[in-house]
């Protein structure tokens, strides 16, 4: 089974690309199925019913997310209706809206997906507990021997590089999200699980993270709380990573799929 992760879809420009690059991607590549997170998808701050219907139109078979999902209006929509395919981190507690976690099965293939959020952020999410004790709790509830593949989304590297080495030979792929920057460290690790840092972000290259640069430049240079906008038109870039995995859930390949889009 051939899975395609793809790092934040950040607002407009984001999910044009995606539009425009992931059908014939999906073709060329031989995707069976992909994996998005949305949490940037509706203007840069949570998603909508709308934008994702626009994504699975393009392609995407699910999503995850993290802090900024719950910053959209339509958050209950979208977290509450299962057929909106949209998780958020699963060590939030039970009360938070929305589930962490699902297992789809077909005819074709069983597939886990587990989202979960770090706790290092420059502002901390409310309420997440320890990541590696609910990564534990939910692979005892599921099982293993199955593709399963987890969306951290943190701040911190070496969380996500010690999750990924705490949960190999459970899990088929641990693939780091939030920070918008693709790392270039890429690999599988010992047993047999596809390791990424960050996919990165779909969004626009000329930015910070997605943000007209200019405002974060100020936001970094005075005390003045600024406005973020996020930049609309010019230069796409799409961070992805595909990875391959047998049908006991143990990767064979993995590789960065980026493009940039003049
Ligand atoms: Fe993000
Ligand atoms: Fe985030």
């Keep these: 089974m051939k899975i395609l992760l793809i790092g934040d879809i950040v607002s407009r420009l984001g999910r044009k690309t995606v539009s425009e690059l992931l059908p014939s991607l999906k073709d060329e590549l031989s995707i069976d199925f992909v994996i998005a997170n949305a949490e940037n998808l509706a203007g840069g701050r949570g998603a909508t019913v709308e934008t994702l219907d626009e994504m699975m139109q393009a392609g995407v078979d699910y999503f995850t997310s993290g802090d900024h999902i719950f910053w959209g209006e339509e958050v209950e929509e979208i977290l509450e209706d299962e057929g909106m395919r949209v998780l958020r981190p699963a060590n939030f507690p039970n009360d938070v809206l929305g589930r962490g976690c699902t297992v789809i099965e077909t005819d074709d293939y069983k597939l886990g997906i587990i989202n979960l959020i770090g706790k290092t952020f420059e502002t901390p999410p409310v309420g997440a507990t320890d990541v590696f004790r609910k990564a534990d709790e939910i692979i005892e509830d599921i099982g ?38 693709g790392t270039i460290d890429a690999r599988i690790l010992e047993n047999k699980t596809g390791f990424v840092t960050d996919l990165g972000m779909v969004g ?34 799409f961070n992805a990573v595909l990875v391959e995995v047998d049908n006991k859930g143990k990767c064979v390949q993995i590789d960065r799929v980026d493009r940039i889009i003049p």
């Design 204 to 237: 626009p290259y000329d930015s910070v993270i997605g943000v007209d640069k200019n405002i974060i430049i100020q936001k970094s240079k005075y005390p003045y709380p600024q406005k973020f906008e996020w930049v609309k038109t010019g230069t796409a870039v």
């Design 144 to 181: 293993t021997g199955f593709p399963i593949v987890v969306d951290i989304h943190s701040e911190f590297t070496s969380e996500k590089v010690a999750l990924a080495y705490y949960l190999a030979g459970r899990v088929s792929m641990v693939a780091g999200t939030h920070t918008h920057v």
